[in-house]
C-alpha cells in the first residue's frame, strides 16, 4: 500500500496535506524519515509515525449507533439528516454505510461500517441473524398473537413470515425477535395480528446489543468476532 493512502485512510488529511508532512519530515517508516509520500509500505508490519506519533492502521471499522428518532438509514439524503451525519468526524474519513436499515421513526442499534463482505453476511437471509426489537403497542400481546408470530405470519402482501418469538414487555409492550429484514416487517407484523406499533426500538442485532448507556445519537466502536 502507498504511504499517502495509509495516511488518508487513518484521517490524517487530505492527499495534499499528507505530501506537504511527508516533505516537511514530519513522517518516519521503522524510524527512518519517509522521503516520498507515494513510497511503498506494509500496513501490517511496517511501523509508520506523524510526528513522533504511531498510526495505528485499520481498513476495516464497525460502529454501534443507537439511532434517533427523525434520521433516515441512508449515506446522502435530500430532505433529512442521515446516519452517517451523526458519526464523529474524526471518523469520517471512512467510507461508512449502515448495514440495512431502520425506519425513520425507529430508535436503535444501528451498525456502520466500511466492511461489504461483513454487512453483505449480516443481511443475508441465508445467514439467520437474529435482530430484537422492543415494541410499545395500542394494546397488550395475548397468547394467540405470540402463537401466530412463532407459527409463522402473513403480512401485507402475501409473505409469511419465519418462525417469530414475541414476549410481552409489561403493559402494551413486547419485544419480537425475526431472524429476516423484510421492509416494515415488525409493523405490519404486529398488524397482520390488529395492532400498530406506536414506538420501535431495534436492541439486538446479531451478536450485539444495544448498551443503556449509549446515548441516541451516539456511536461506539465494536469489534464483531463473527464475520
Ligand atoms: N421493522 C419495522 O417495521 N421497522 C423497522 O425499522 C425495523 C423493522
Same mark, same amino acid.
Given at each position: 500500500m502507498r504511504l499517502d493512502k495509509l495516511l488518508g485512510n487513518s484521517g490524517v488529511g487530505s492527499r495534499k496535506d499528507i505530501k506537504a508532512l511527508v516533505k516537511s519530515g514530519a513522517v518516519t517508516v521503522n524510524g527512518v524519515t519517509a522521503a516520498k509520500s507515494d513510497m511503498p509500505v506494509n500496513a501490517e508490519g511496517d511501523e509508520v509515525c506523524v510526528n513522533g506519533v504511531k498510526i495505528v492502521y485499520k481498513e476495516f471499522i464497525y460502529l454501534m449507533l443507537n439511532k434517533p428518532? %427523525?434520521?433516515?438509514?441512508?449515506?446522502?439524503?435530500f430532505k433529512y439528516k442521515t446516519v452517517i451525519d451523526l458519526v464523529p468526524e474524526k471518523l469520517?474519513?471512512?467510507?461508512?454505510?449502515?448495514? %440495512?436499515?431502520?425506519?425513520?421513526?425507529?430508535?436503535?442499534?444501528?451498525?456502520?461500517?466500511?466492511d461489504g463482505a461483513y454487512a453483505h453476511n449480516m443481511l443475508s437471509p441465508k445467514k439467520h441473524v437474529y435482530k430484537t426489537y422492543l415494541a410499545h403497542l395500542d394494546g397488550d400481546v395475548t397468547e394467540d398473537d405470540i402463537k401466530r408470530f412463532a407459527d409463522?405470519?402473513?403480512?401485507?402482501?402475501?409473505?409469511?413470515c419465519k418462525s417469530a418469538v414475541l414476549k410481552?414487555?409489561?403493559?402494551?409492550?413486547?419485544?419480537?425477535?425475526?431472524?429476516?429484514?423484510?421492509?416494515?416487517?415488525v409493523k405490519l407484523m404486529f398488524k397482520a395480528v390488529g395492532k400498530s406499533v406506536l414506538y420501535l426500538k431495534r436492541i439486538k442485532f446479531g451478536e450485539f446489543t444495544l448498551p443503556d448507556n449509549l446515548p441516541l445519537g451516539e456511536v461506539v466502536e465494536v469489534e464483531p468476532t463473527i464475520k
Open positions: 428518532q %427523525g434520521v433516515v438509514s441512508a449515506t446522502e439524503d469520517r474519513h471512512y467510507d461508512l454505510f449502515p448495514v %440495512g436499515r431502520l425506519d425513520i421513526d425507529t430508535e436503535g442499534l444501528l451498525i456502520l461500517t466500511n409463522g405470519i402473513t403480512i401485507d402482501g402475501g409473505y409469511t410481552p414487555a409489561g403493559d402494551k409492550s413486547a419485544t419480537v425477535q425475526i431472524c429476516e429484514g423484510k421492509f416494515h416487517q
